[in-house]
């Protein structure tokens, strides 16, 4: 909902042209709410519609939204660069936000895969726990979730990207199901449609078979007809149930198509 396709600049233009206001995304906001689903991920920095739409959907349905917040700090190692972190970390505060993980671009420059730390980490979280918010890690490179557990950073949780497909995953599916399986904090799985080369059936039911009680899965959705089915695809995943859902339209519904004659 922030014009991240990742297809194409067409697909880009065509999410923010859909999206370019609160009342579009909130929408999408508000079928989660409605199935007290109530936690909402995003860089609420940089897309300028999210709060305002988290602030509608929460006055129309009358229940609040957790707010996990990625802001881009600088992580320069200078008075300066900690200055304007500190300034980025304290407006993610200001939002309203409940966790804060900065973004992986930001965080894996300070990772050293030689000492398997991840270096003056504990400066940003010490900002972001004296803030009055609780601390995680966005991670793209699944290093990230080891070198934070084996140093025993002051974190409660990670973001790591985790699909049927590899997308975006910068080593084997198995390795990354082995590192969220062995995490010592809850993990958030990411881009589990792999940014639509996947179908939810397949995406969500490879993702909610292979990740522990304590995980979660974050998805996006193009509008509240896509939320409406994910949370469908969902809990049929999790109970272990066929999903209840409408068949995609096709020209000629056979009844291979169908399901059943």
Do not use: W
């Not at 988290?54 to 900690?82: H, M």
């Amino acid at each position: 909902m922030s014009g991240f396709s990742h297809l194409s600049a067409a697909g880009d233009t065509m999410i923010r042209q859909t999206h370019n206001a609160p009342g579009s995304v909130s929408s999408i906001f508000e079928t989660f709410l409605e199935q007290d689903i109530d936690a909402v991920l995003g860089l609420f920095g940089v897309d300028e519609n999210l709060l305002p739409a988290v602030e509608l959907a929460q006055e129309r349905t009358g229940k609040k939204l957790i707010i996990i917040d990625e802001p881009i700090i600088n992580v320069d190692d200078s008075p300066v660069a900690r200055l304007e972190a500190k300034k980025k970390i304290d407006e993610c505060a200001k939002r309203g936000a409940t966790f804060c993980l900065p973004l992986h671009s930001c965080i894996e420059q300070l990772v050293n895969k030689n000492t398997m730390t991840i270096n003056r980490l504990p400066d940003y979280l010490y900002m972001i726990r004296e803030a009055g918010m609780i601390p995680g890690l966005s991670a793209h490179m699944p290093e990230v979730i080891q070198y934070a557990d084996l140093n025993e950073y002051d974190v409660e949780t990670y973001i790591q990207i985790y699909n049927c497909m590899g997308f975006l995953m910068q080593v084997e599916i198995e390795s990354v199901a082995k590192i969220i399986q062995n995490a010592k904090k809850p993990v958030i799985t990411i881009k589990p449609l792999a940014a639509g080369r996947t179908s939810p059936f397949v995406g969500l039911n490879f993702v909610f078979n292979t990740i522990r009680e304590q995980d979660m899965v974050a998805i996006g959705c193009f509008d509240s007809n896509e939320a409406a089915e994910d949370i469908e695809f969902t809990r049929a995943a999790i109970e272990r149930r066929p999903p209840n859902i409408t068949n995609r339209n096709s020209p000629l519904e056979t009844s291979v198509i169908k399901g059943a004659i």
